[in-house]
């Protein structure tokens, strides 16, 4: 089991940044990839960016590249997302989860995440 903890989100002007938390507990957090999702009022989960467990490979979503940037520390069970150049688009309650997904890449589909946090809010004024 993995269970896992978001925070650092907050209310950020147009343009500000934010860095977002996520600690997990439970064994063997090294072996799971790491992705960020994001829900906005009204809308569904979408995907935002992943990171295999070694750290050696990212994906992010095309809203979110260039801005957005997925993390890991594995001897701190500890994953991050560094959000750059907010938009009021990018309002939302973002989760991390964690995904046993044995392939040499990263997938995008929240199926594949077996455990997830149970959000943090981040909300960009305009």
């Known amino acids: 089991q993995v269970q896992l903890v978001e925070s650092g989100g907050g209310l950020v002007q147009a343009g500000g940044s934010l860095r977002l938390s996520c600690t997990a507990s439970g064994r063997t957090f090294s072996s799971y990839d790491m992705g960020w999702f994001r829900q906005a009022p009204g809308k569904e989960r979408e995907f935002v960016a992943a990171i295999k467990w070694s750290g050696g490979n990212t994906y992010y979503a095309d809203s979110v590249k260039g801005r957005f940037t997925i993390s890991r520390e594995n001897g701190k069970n500890m994953v991050y997302l560094q959000i750059n150049s907010l938009k009021p688009e990018d309002t939302a309650v973002y989760y991390c989860?964690?995904?046993?997904?044995?392939?040499?890449?990263?997938?995008?589909?929240?199926?594949?995440?077996?455990?997830w946090g149970q959000g943090t809010q981040v909300t960009v004024s305009s």
């Open positions: 989860a964690a995904s046993q997904f044995y392939r040499d890449y990263v997938t995008t589909n929240s199926k594949n995440y077996n455990y």
